[in-house]
Nanobody
């Protein structure tokens, strides 16, 4: 069992930066692939970024490449999403998730709101 708690969201202006954190409970955190998803009002939830259990492999959606960076610290049971050059279209609730294998995202956090004003 893994519990995930996101933090770091807020209201910022276009061009600003935010760093989201996701703190995980459970001794097996380091064995999970971790990911970030987001859901904007009236839209379906979409994938943002993922990172392998070692941190060696990452993958991001095209619209955030060059702006967002996903990282993890297994000693602290925490995964991060550094978001730079934020745009109004990045406005959404951001969720952290953990996958046991592939895209089997079995654990989810409660989400943190990110609002980017123009």
């Amino acid at each position: 069992q893994v519990q995930l708690v996101e933090s770091g969201g807020g209201l910022v202006q276009a061009g600003d930066s935010l760093r989201l954190s996701c703190a995980a409970s459970g001794r097996t955190f380091s064995t999970y692939t971790m990911g970030w998803f987001r859901q904007a009002p009236g839209k379906e939830r979409e994938f943002v970024a993922r990172i392998s259990w070692t941190g060696a492999r990452t993958y991001k959606r095209d619209s955030v490449k060059g702006r967002f960076t996903i990282s993890r610290d297994n000693a602290k049971n925490t995964v991060y999403l550094q978001m730079n050059s934020l745009k109004p279209e990045d406005t959404a609730v951001y969720y952290c998730a953990a996958a046991e294998s592939g895209d089997d995202w079995v654990y989810w956090g409660q989400g943190t709101q990110v609002t980017v004003s123009s």
